[in-house]
C-alpha cells in the first residue's frame, strides 16, 4: 500500500546549544493511504512539531516528508494541495462572514465556483444557518467547525486534525466524525492527534505513540487493544525506560 505520508529519519531542533530543544528525534514511519491514524503522546511529546513539519510550516533540522510522494520542502506548493490541517489554536479573520472565509480559502488553491462543496461542508458541519454570520460574532465552537471547513475546502486527499475537538460541545464531536469516517471510506486518509484515547480508539485503524520526540510505539490499533483498553496502551509505553 502506498504512503500517504512518508516520515524519513525526521530530526526538529529549536534554538542552538546548551539551550537548544531536540523537539522531534529521528522519525520514521510511513502512514499508509486510506488510513485513519491516530499521532498520540503527551503534551511536549513532539507531535504538533511533527504535524507543523508536514504543512510546510517549520523547516527540519534534516531528515525527510513526502506527501503522496511529494517532497515537503523541496515541493511546498504542490504539498500543500494534498493536506488540509485544522489547526489547535483558533485562527481566525475578524471582518468576513463564514462563507467569505472558505471562498477566500478556496481562491489560495485556485478554486472558484466552489460553493456546492462549501455548502456540503457547511451542511455537514452544522453551519449553514451561519454562513453569513461574520467570523467575530461565532461562539468557539462554531470558529473549530469553520476551521475544519477551511481545511476541507480544496478536498485535500489528506486531513490532519490537530486536537480537533478539545472544548468542543457532544453536537460538534458527532458531527466531525460522521463526515470524517464518510471521507476515509471514499479514501480520504486522516491523522488524528486528541488527548480523548477513546476517540482514537473508536476511530483509527492505526496507532503511532510520541514519547520525547521520539516513536515509541506504531502498531495497528487492534494489536495495541489485545492487552485492554488504549489507555493501558498508552500508559504502558509511556511508562516504559526513557529514549536515548
Not at 531536540?22 to 502512514?31: G, K, P, S, W, Y
Not at 486531513?159 to 480537533?164: R, Y
Not at 466531525?176 to 476511530?203: C, D, P
Amino acid at each position: 500500500m502506498r504512503a500517504a505520508v512518508s516520515f524519513k529519519g525526521v530530526h526538529k531542533v529549536y534554538g542552538r546549544p546548551p539551550k537548544s530543544v531536540h523537539a522531534l528525534n529521528d522519525v520514521t514511519l510511513d502512514i499508509p493511504e486510506g488510513s485513519f491514524f491516530a499521532l498520540l503522546g503527551p503534551n511536549g511529546a513532539g507531535k504538533t512539531s511533527l504535524i507543523q513539519a508536514m504543512a510546510g510550516l517549520v523547516r527540519l533540522t534534516s531528515g525527510q516528508i513526502s506527501i503522496l510522494g511529494v517532497d515537503v520542502e523541496a515541493d511546498g506548493a504542490q504539498a500543500r494541495r494534498l493536506i488540509g490541517v485544522v489547526p489547535q489554536e483558533l485562527v481566525f479573520d475578524p471582518f468576513f462572514t463564514v462563507r467569505e472565509t472558505l471562498r477566500i480559502q478556496s481562491g489560495f488553491f485556485g478554486l472558484g465556483h466552489n460553493d456546492d462543496w462549501i455548502d456540503e461542508c457547511l451542511t455537514e458541519l452544522g453551519l449553514l444557518d451561519k454562513a453569513n454570520a461574520n467570523m467575530r460574532a461565532l461562539s468557539g465552537g462554531m470558529k473549530r467547525r469553520v476551521l475544519v471547513a477551511q481545511a476541507l475546502v480544496h478536498r485535500p486527499p489528506v486531513i490532519v486534525l490537530d486536537e480537533p475537538t478539545a472544548g468542543v460541545d457532544i453536537d460538534l464531536r458527532e458531527s466531525l466524525w460522521r463526515f470524517m469516517k464518510r471521507l476515509n471510506t471514499q479514501g480520504h486518509t486522516i491523522v488524528l492527534t486528541t488527548h480523548y484515547l477513546e476517540e482514537a480508539e473508536s476511530l483509527c485503524d492505526r496507532v503511532a505513540i510520541l514519547r520525547k520526540g521520539q516513536l515509541a510505539a506504531l502498531e495497528d490499533t487492534t494489536a495495541l487493544l489485545a492487552g485492554g483498553s488504549l489507555e493501558q496502551a498508552f500508559r504502558k509505553v509511556l511508562a516504559e525506560a526513557p529514549l536515548e
